[in-house]
C-alpha cells in the first residue's frame, strides 16, 4: 500500500462523502498502523482544527464547518440577555444567553446555525474551542475564608471563586488582577488566582491598569526583547544612502499641524498657489515602511498591536518610542524619509493632476491646531507664525475649497463628535473635562489627509489590483427608522426615502444646527450607521461619499496605513504592475489583515471609551450635591436620561423621584404627569443635582431641581 500523504488526508476530510469519525476511525480508514503514519492524519486533523475548517464534537467525533456550523469569537453584550458571535467573514449570528453553553466573553467558539433572532442568524454554542481570556480585573471581596473577584467587564457573567492560598493579601473592596486557573463548567464558577493588588476603589491611579488589563492591552512602552533590540539597530539619523531614488523635499516650506501634546508626526503639509489659479497641494507621510520590513519582529508586533491606543494622557504605541518620537516623526528640522502625493486641485476642488513619490523633507516648523487658529484670529498674536502666513492663508483657501466639493458631492460633513479633553493633575485625578473643539486648523488638516487618501485609493481601484481599503457601509433601514422617530419625537419632521444618500443625513444635520439636542442627534446618527473598517473589497464609503478610500496618512499609528505604503512602494517600482504571484500572495493576505485590524481598531476605541468613562464618573463624583443645568436625550419608562452638555456627562433622573405619577406615552416618546399633567419630553432643558456617582458601574443618578428649590 503506498504511503500516506497528509493532501489525502485533507482532501477525504473536507469532501463531501466525509462523514463525523473519531481519530481512531479516521486511523482506520487510512490504514495507519506505526507511529509516523498516525503522526501524519493527527497534524492533518490539528491543521484543520486550527484553520476552523472542523472541530472536535463531544463524541470526540471531527466535524465539518458546513453551514448550519460556524466558527466566531463570542461577544457577549452589557444587558446579559444576548450575546454575538462574529465569524472571520464578520458576519454576526445572535446566540440567546441560555444557549451560550459556558463560553466566556471574547471566547472562539463553534456555533450551530437554528432560526433566526431580529433579522439575524440564531445559532447555539456546541463548543468553545479557545479561551479567550486569561486575567480578570475586577472588585474582590471576601465570604468566610475565601475570596471572589467580581470583573469589572459587565460582559463577563461569572464571578471568580478565589482558594484561600490563591488571595495573595487582597482585602475587600480592592481592585485586583486576577489569573484564571479553572473555566466556568456544569455546576461549578470559575476559579482565579489573584496575582496583583492593584489599589482602593476611590484611588485614581488604578482606573489605567484596570482598563488595560480588561482590554489586554500591552504594558505602556513594554516590548519584546527583540522587538526593542531591532528598534536600536535602526540609525537616529537618515543616511546618504537612505536618500537614492528620492525627491530632495528638504529646501521646500513643509509643515506640521498638530495638536500640542502630540509627539508623534505622521503628516505634514505644502501648499502654493499656481499661475493658473490653482493650488499645489503636497501631503508628505512619515515613511515607517522604509525602517519596519515585511515579517521582521518589530513588523510582526506592529500587526499584533494593530493600532496605538491613547488612554487620556498615556499612549500604548504602536512602534518603540525610538521610531514612533523619533527617525520616522517628522520633528521640526530634522531630515525625515516620506512618501510624498503631490495633487494639483482646480477652484472646483478636483485633483487636474497628482504625482506620487518617496520623497526626503525637513519640516520647517511644527505648528500647533490652537495656535494656528489664533493666527487666523488676530495674526499679530503669533509672530512666529509670521513667516508661514501664505502658507497657512493658502491651506485655509484650499480647505474650504475642498469641504465645500465635499459638500456638493453629499459627504457627512457636520457632525461634531461629543469628544472632552480630561484634564488631570499629577496623582492623576481629574481636575476638569472639557469639550474639545474642533477649529479651522483641524480641519483643513483633515481635508489634505482625506484628499490624500481618496487619491491613493483612486490608484489602486482604477488599476484592479489588490488593495486595503477604508470601507463604511450603508446604514440598516431599521435603524434610519429609529432614527426618523427620535426626530419626530423632538418635532422634527424628515423624509427618509428607500436608498439614503449621505448628503439628505448631511442636510438634516444642518437643519438641527441650533437645536439643544444636537449632539444627541448626531450621536443617534452616527448609531444609525455602520462602522467603517478595513477590507480588501471595495464597496465605497458612505459617510465621506467616497467611491474609494483608504488610510495612508498614519503609519506610524496604524498598520493598515503602513500595508498601504508597502502596496504603493511595490506599485511605483514595478510601474503601476504586479505578478501573478504577488496578486495571489495579497488576495490570500489582505483581507486577513483587514480583518485583524478592525478589530484592533474597536479594541482600541473601547478602551479610551472606558477610561473616559471612568473619569467623568470620578469627576461628578466629587460634585455630590450640586446643581447642573441638563438636556433630556433619552424617555423611557423607568425616567429620563439627561446630559450635562459641555462635559458630555449622562446619568438618569429615576421616575419614582418625580413629583408626580408619570406614565410613557411610547408613541410620542413622553412621560406625562397624572395629576398635574406635566410632560417631560425629548430636548428639555432641567435643572438636576448630582445625587450617587458608582465609578465601578458606570452610573450616575440625578434628582430633578425646580426653579423655586436653587
Known sequence: MSPISRKDVERFILSDDYKPMALKELYKKFRAKTREERRKVREVVKKLEKEGRIFRDSRGRYRKLGEDLKVGTIEFTRSGYVAFVITDEFEEIAVPVEDTKYAMHKDRVVVEIAGTWRGLPRGRVVKVLERGLTRVVGVFDHKGTFGFVVPDDPKIAYDFYVAPENIDGAKPNQKVIAEILKYPSPGKNPEAKVVKVLGDLDDPSIDLPSVIVKHDLPEPGEFPEEVIREANSIPAKVRKKDLVGRKDLRDKVIVTIDGEDAKDFDDAISVEKLSNGNYLLGVHIADVSHYVKEGSALDQEAFKRGTSVYLIDTVIPMLPFRLSNGICSLVEGKDRLTMSVEMEIDRDGRVVRYDVYPSVIKSKKRMIYERVNEFLEDPSSMKEYEPFKDLIYNAVELAEILREARRKRGAILDIESDEVKVILDE?????????????????LIEEFMIRANETVAEIFDHAGLPFMYRVHEEPDPETIFQLRNYLEAMGIRANFPQNIHPGMLQKLLEKVKDHPLRSSVERLLVRSMKRAMYSAVNIGHFGLASYAYTHFTSPIRRYPDLVVHRLLKLYLEQNGYFTPEQI?????????????????????????????????????????????????????????????????????????????YYYYD?????????????????????????????KIRGEIDFVLVEEDEE
Not at 416618546?669 to 432641567?686: A, E, H, P, S, T
Request: overall charge positive.
Open 427 to 443: 496623582n492623576g485625578q481629574v481636575v476638569d473635562i472639557v469639550p474639545r473643539k474642533r477649529g479651522i486648523a483641524e480641519k
Open 584 to 660: 495571489e500572495k495579497f488576495s490570500k493576505v489582505l483581507p486577513k489583515i483587514a480583518k485583524h485590524c478592525s478589530r484592533r481598531e474597536r479594541v482600541a476605541d473601547e478602551a479610551e471609551w472606558d477610561l473616559v468613562a471612568m473619569k467623568k464618573v470620578e469627576y461628578i463624583a466629587r460634585h455630590i450635591g450640586e446643581v447642573f443645568d441638563v438636556v433630556v436625550t433619552n424617555i423611557t419608562k423607568f425616567g429620563l436620561f439627561v446630559e450635562i452638555p459641555e462635559k458630555s456627562i449622562s446619568g438618569l433622573v429615576h421616575i419614582s423621584t418625580l413629583d408626580d
Open 666 to 694: 411610547e408613541t410620542r416618546n413622553m412621560l406625562i404627569g397624572k395629576r398635574k399633567g406635566r410632560v417631560f419630553r425629548l430636548g428639555d432643558v432641567l435643572k438636576v443635582k448630582v445625587m450617587r456617582a458608582d
